[in-house]
């Protein structure tokens, strides 16, 4: 599977939109890029996936570029519950294996 | 809906002992998969499971197994437990086994080895 860089934090104004970058530039044809976000103490949450077309669903948006070399996560409407490790993903059709990187530290401030 | 439910939530066991670990997936998900978080880290993949077969399965020692039973439930099981062993299992379902599908995950089991 493909590696992601993601920065290892970030803030965001409550209420404002948080825009989680991810680099994925060895990413494959038939790879997904998919989003988890994990709060302390708890398992992680499934946010989005996409494989070539932006998605949007009642949490998110995902942006991929045209070349798939990267993605953005888009939480319209950040509030303090947002405030978790948000994980990008790349996974392959066939391997089972999801690898999980360091991820984004997203801090929600008031 | 009942999403994936693990059991115990904490376990605490002495180096040398053996452990068993539950998970339920998601109604009607077909594939479940074990993974391991240590404080700090992200999780790394244990086994993969679907319709009772082993699918994947991680870089870890032969004292870690598992098995998915004919109602999709799995049990992990760890032998001979080292205090490196102590983490967060995590339990995750999907409704097929490929890439497409997503994972949903529990809450974990915690497993302090002492």
């Known amino acids: 599977d493909a590696k992601t860089t993601q920065p290892p934090s970030m803030d965001c104004a409550e209420g404002r939109a948080a825009n989680l970058p991810c680099n994925h530039s060895?990413?494959?044809?038939?790879?997904?890029v998919y989003w988890y976000r994990q709060i302390h103490s708890q398992g992680p949450q499934y946010i989005i996936h996409?494989?070539?077309n932006n998605e949007t669903n009642e949490m998110a948006s995902l942006i991929i570029t045209e070349d798939r070399k990267s993605s953005t996560l888009i939480l319209p409407h950040a509030t303090l519950r947002d405030t978790a490790v948000y994980y990008c993903?790349?996974?392959?059709?066939?391997?089972?294996?999801?690898?999980f990187g360091a991820g984004t530290r997203l801090t929600v401030k008031p | 809906d009942a999403g994936v439910t693990q059991s115990p939530t904490h376990l605490i066991k002495t180096r040398g002992q053996h452990v068993t670990l539950r998970c339920s997936p998601i109604?009607?998900?077909?594939?479940v998969s074990w993974y391991q978080q240590v404080l700090g880290q992200g999780p790394q993949f244990i086994f993969q499971?679907?319709?009772?077969?082993?699918?994947g399965r991680g870089n870890f020692p032969d004292r870690f197994s598992a098995r998915q039973f004919p109602n999709y439930s799995s049990e992990l099981n760890v032998n001979a437990l080292l205090l490196g062993d102590s983490a967060l299992y995590l339990c995750?379902?999907?409704?097929?086994?490929?890439?497409?599908?997503?994972?949903?995950f529990g809450n974990g089991t915690r497993l302090t080895v002492t």
């Open positions: 109604s009607g998900h077909k594939s």
């Open positions: 993903i790349v996974r392959g059709n066939n391997n089972n294996d999801m690898r």
């Open positions: 499971y679907y319709e009772k077969e082993e699918r």
């Open positions: 060895t990413i494959s044809g038939n790879e997904y």
């Open positions: 996409g494989l070539k």
């Open positions: 995750a379902s999907s409704l097929l086994g490929d890439g497409g599908s997503p994972l949903h």
